[in-house]
């Protein structure tokens, strides 16, 4: 469907009237308890998930929401081993807002998973224990509006893609699992990706100056033009490019760098969650050993912008690491 066809939210909409939403509920203990990632010939683009009995009910629950709710339309869904995610498009102003009819799925999804836990272990709970058991889902679900007509795409790809990338994580877990003291320069950071990026014998860094994007609002583009292009050729040259990639002409210059299958090193303004991978524009390029992401910081779940003193602080860092001739892990 094109994008123009949506309704697309505006500021302060969010939860209530037309919208569309992305929606993650995880198993709290992250068992396996929704099915079984199998990877055929160990490619993973033939990954798929064989879904246990408590995955089919929750799979037939995800697309039973829009027959008691037929302002919704399902839009995707990919069932994952503790997880599951799923897309709506809110069509009409509805009575509930889409945090009470999730409420409403979630308590049917939990009844489920009682009823499963019960199926298949009924010896090892006790008859005094059955009203006290977790739920299958964590009670607060992930709700994200889908703001912005780009968002949508992108956000249907990602939770297609889900099982290509745990079985991509599974058969190469060096590229993804969270490594710890990696020293530079004095400075200590946590990392997933290729660490060995950090032995190669020339860095330059990209750092889009405030005089340059001034130059440019001031009709003059050539300079900023001129720098962007250096960075490409640098990289085309053999360099490894360091940045937080903060502002829109450096996402402009990454673009370019993992398109052309550049090596790079990316400076994160916040630590590595639980369960941690990279967005769906990093993945492959971490799979392939192309990229490093480093943190000096613990992650920080409340954290949602990036400060101007994040920013200074990054910058430093990543002339820190283009300067450094060494690394100690």
Not at 10 to 18: D, F, L, R, S
Request: aromatic share 10%.
């Amino acid at each position: 469907m094109a994008n123009n066809q949506w309704s697309w939210q505006e500021p302060g909409t969010a939860w209530k009237g037309i919208g569309i939403y992305h929606v993650t509920m995880t198993i709290p203990s992250r068992e396996p308890l929704l099915g079984t990632l199998k990877i055929p010939d160990n490619d993973p683009k033939q990954a798929f998930v064989e879904r246990t009995d408590l995955g089919k009910e929750i799979v037939y629950l995800i697309g039973s929401i829009p027959n008691y709710r037929p302002q919704i339309r399902l839009l995707q869904y990919c069932l994952m081993p503790d997880h599951v995610h799923f897309i709506v498009h809110v069509q009409q102003k509805m009575p509930y807002s889409i945090k009470a009819v999730l409420r409403g799925y979630w308590q049917a999804a939990k009844k489920a998973g009682r009823e499963y836990i019960l199926s298949i272990s009924p010896n090892d709970i006790r008859e005094n224990e059955q009203n006290t058991l977790s739920p299958i889902f964590t009670e607060v679900p992930f709700i994200r509006p889908i703001a912005q007509k780009g968002q949508l795409d992108t956000m249907m790809q990602y939770v297609k893609m889900n099982p290509q990338r745990l079985a991509t994580k599974r058969l190469m877990p060096g590229f993804f699992c969270v490594q710890e003291d990696i020293e530079v320069a004095g400075r200590r950071y946590r990392g997933v990706g290729n660490t060995k990026l950090l032995l190669s014998e020339r860095f330059e860094t990209v750092h889009v100056r405030h005089q340059l994007l001034n130059l440019a609002t001031n009709g003059n583009n050539q300079p900023l033009r001129d720098y962007m292009n250096a960075c490409i050729i640098a990289a085309r040259e053999g360099a490894v490019m360091v940045s937080p990639f903060i502002s829109e002409k450096e996402k402009e210059v990454m673009t370019v760098l993992l398109a052309e299958e550049h090596p790079i090193i990316i400076l994160a303004d916040n630590g590595f969650r639980d369960y941690y991978k990279p967005s769906a524009g990093l993945f492959d390029s971490v799979a392939d050993g192309k990229v490093l992401i480093l943190s000096p910081w613990d992650y920080n779940p409340s954290k949602h912008h990036i400060t101007r003193a994040d920013c200074v602080a990054l910058n430093g860092m990543a002339e820190e690491i283009a300067n450094s001739k060494y690394f100690v892990h």
